[in-house]
Nanobody, 115 residues
Framework: QVRLVESGGGLVQPGGSLRLSCAASGSIFSFNNMAWYRQAPGKEREWVTIISSDGRSDYANSVKDRFTISRDSGKNTVYLQMNSLKPEDTAVYYC?????????WGQGTQVIVSS
């Protein structure tokens, strides 16, 4: 059974940084792509960034130049490095993996940006 487990969330001050991790139960190269989404209170879940199996990545305009997605195949883990965090980045962050026609989600990790 495929599992995705996020970690690394927490409380951080504006301007600070956090690194989220998404650990997969199997090889991350089994996924066609892996992405991060987030959902703020009272809002719909929104796409943040994606990395394809060939390493190409893309970002939402709201996080471009502040967030970086990366992966470590040896650890079967995808990371989201978040810098220059803003209060509007506060949300539950979810990892999503697409394998063939199936979509897998993690349970989410909470990020709160507040002074």
């Amino acid at each position: 059974q495929v599992r995705l487990v996020e970690s690394g969330g927490g409380l951080v001050q504006p301007g600070g940084s956090l690194r989220l991790s998404c650990a997969a139960s199997g090889s991350i190269f089994s996924f066609n792509n892996m992405a991060w989404y987030r959902q703020a209170p009272g809002k719909e879940r929104e796409w943040v960034t994606i990395i394809s199996s060939d390493g190409r990545s893309d970002y939402a305009n709201s996080v471009k130049d502040r967030f970086t997605i990366s992966r470590d195949s040896g650890k079967n883990t995808v990371y989201l490095q978040m810098n220059s965090l803003k209060p509007e980045d506060t949300a539950v962050y979810y990892c999503r993996g697409v394998m063939m026609t199936k979509i897998y989600w993690g349970q989410g990790t909470q990020v709160i940006v507040s002074s």
